[in-house]
Each structure stands twice: as structure tokens, then as C-alpha cells.
């Protein structure tokens, strides 16, 4: 009986293990394909976004405040693939965003939480339009697709 024991756990291990490198190998993978952030070290969560069109166009940080700095009009959208709101919030203002042709960047805060103190960033998901190196309006919070259209409109589109 003890013997049965010990081969059942040593069955459990094995298997315990060969997931780990599965898992271990599957992000590698995804590393190698998508992988905009610049390190290897990412978080799981962002790591599962990776192929996914709704989070691409990232900018990372030092891009981030070169760009607000040089006073080029920009959108960015502040989110945590960890955020259920983000989760919500992606799925149609990404798509709404190509749609109206609004170059939105991505900033993953799960990943660069610390990065932009200066922007004041405190909640996810947050959009904010940055016009002569200043931020001109911010949303957020979850909003409706209406709203995003209309900020878009108001502050995004007028000014191309």
C-alpha cells in the first residue's frame, strides 16, 4: 500500500512539473512573437495579452514622456490587464479607437505602475488627450462607448 503512495505521488510530481515547463515554454514563445515592453520579466497577465489586437500600440514610458514633452497632441490610454474595468473597458474602446482613427496609445501600468508619477495617474482605466505638452482632458473610470466617441470628438479629432 505504501509503495502505491509513493508511485502515485511521484506520478503527481512528474506531472506538476512537466506543466510548469509547458507553461514555462508557451510564454516563452509568446515573448519571442509580441513582445513590445522591452524586458522579459512581464507579469502573467500581460503576458496572455500579448497576441491580442485590443493592446497593441504600446508605448513605454521614457517614449511616453519624450512625446508629451515635445508637445505632440497624443491619446493614451492608462489600464492593467489585471483591472476587471480595463477587461471591460478594452473590447470596444480599442476598436472604437481604430475606428475613429485615433492613434491611442497603450500604457500597461501593471507593468509600469511607478514609471509616471508626473502624469498622476491613480485609477484604471483612465484616457487621457495631452495637447503642447499639458494634459487638456482625462477620463476616468469605466465610461460607455458614447462618452469615449464623444471625446474623441470633442478633443481628438478636432485637432488633426
Known sequence: MQKK?????????????ALYFVIDY???KALEANNPYGTT???????????DPNYDNQILP????????????????YYSPTCVYC???T????PLAKKMNVDMKKLNLLEFSTAVPQFGIKSTPTLVYYEDGKEVRRLEG???????????????????
Not at 41 to 51: G, H, Y
Not at 91 to 94: K, N
Not at 144 to 153: I, S
Open 5 to 17: 503512495m509513493l508511485i502515485i505521488i511521484g506520478v503527481i510530481v512528474v506531472l506538476f512539473f
Open 26 to 28: 508557451k510564454n516563452d
Open 41 to 51: 520579466d512581464l507579469e502573467q497577465a500581460t503576458i496572455d495579452q500579448l497576441k
Open 62 to 77: 521614457k517614449d511616453l514622456i519624450a512625446e508629451v514633452e515635445s508637445g505632440k497632441p497624443m491619446t493614451v490610454y
Open 87 to 89: 477587461q471591460k473597458t
Open 91 to 94: 473590447p470596444y474602446l480599442a
Open 142 to 160: 469605466q465610461k460607455t462607448e458614447e462618452e469615449y466617441k464623444a471625446f474623441f470628438e470633442e478633443y481628438v479629432l478636432k485637432n488633426k
